[in-house]
């Protein structure tokens, strides 16, 4: 499954946002009726999109159908295009040092509980940080590939370093810190903010998880013994 890692549609109002369209893109495995998936969607998937999408007034474009050609069975491949535009976008690259760092709710476990194949969308929460924040929230993303690699991204973009504190981490029941480091697929939100900022007046929950310091940009978690324990590559690898 191919992620993105942009921060979900981080505009100070959902009036200031251009809604994104999605363009899938199926791949079925060979010995699936593939000659009828060269002419027609893939419906159930179709649909199951299109719902998601309509209630957050987000159309879905026809995508493209293609087959996988290999020996073993494959499984489903979605890829998913999302287009869209943001007046004011929140990017990775605008942590600063001194920003404290937090989380939107717990992490890890999220193959093993199942909660993968229905993660929690986040855009209603990325645009009240947006609004109540306003320059104060300084780079946001959220966690597809794990929070060690996702954190990484912000911190090799803003050109700092991601200090964590892995009793502060909020985790899924089964789960512990380095399950939340590189297991994935939790989409809760990891944002930057001004030390001086008041959580208090936040409309959500959010859990500070560190702080933002000077260095070569990395991804450092304090375990309860007090070490530093080197966290920037443990998430999901593309590439494997």
Do not use: Y
Not at 31 to 51: F, G, I, S, Y
Not at 125 to 139: F, I, K, N, V, Y
């Amino acid at each position: 499954m191919t992620r993105n890692n942009a921060a979900p549609c981080p505009n100070s109002s959902p009036e200031q946002a251009t809604p994104p369209s999605t363009c899938p893109c199926i791949g079925k495995r060979r010995n699936d009726r593939h000659t009828e998936a060269r002419h027609r969607p893939c419906t159930t998937h179709d649909t199951d999109l299109k719902q998601q999408c309509l209630p957050r007034a987000r159309p879905a474009r026809r995508g493209d159908t293609c087959i996988q050609r290999r020996e073993s069975a494959s499984g489903i491949h979605l890829t998913v295009t999302v287009f869209g535009s943001a007046a004011r976008p929140v990017l990775r690259s605008g942590a600063k040092v001194g920003d404290k760092i937090f989380v939107t709710g717990p992490l890890g476990g999220s193959l093993v509980s199942g909660r993968h194949l229905s993660p929690p969308v986040r855009i209603p929460e990325a645009l009240q940080l947006r609004s109540c924040l306003g320059d104060d929230l300084h780079a946001m993303i959220d966690i597809s590939d794990g929070l060690g690699k996702d954190a990484m991204a912000i911190a090799s973009s803003s050109h700092v370093r991601f200090v964590l504190e892995s009793e502060l981490i909020p985790c899924h029941p089964g789960s512990n810190w380095e399950s939340a480091l590189q297991d994935g697929e939790d989409h809760e939100l990891l944002f930057t903010m001004a030390p001086g900022v008041d959580c208090s007046r936040l409309p959500l929950e959010v859990i500070q998880i560190g702080r933002v310091t000077e260095g070569t940009p990395a991804v450092l978690v304090v375990d309860p013994e007090g070490l530093h324990i080197d966290g920037s590559d443990l998430g999901w690898n593309h590439g494997a």
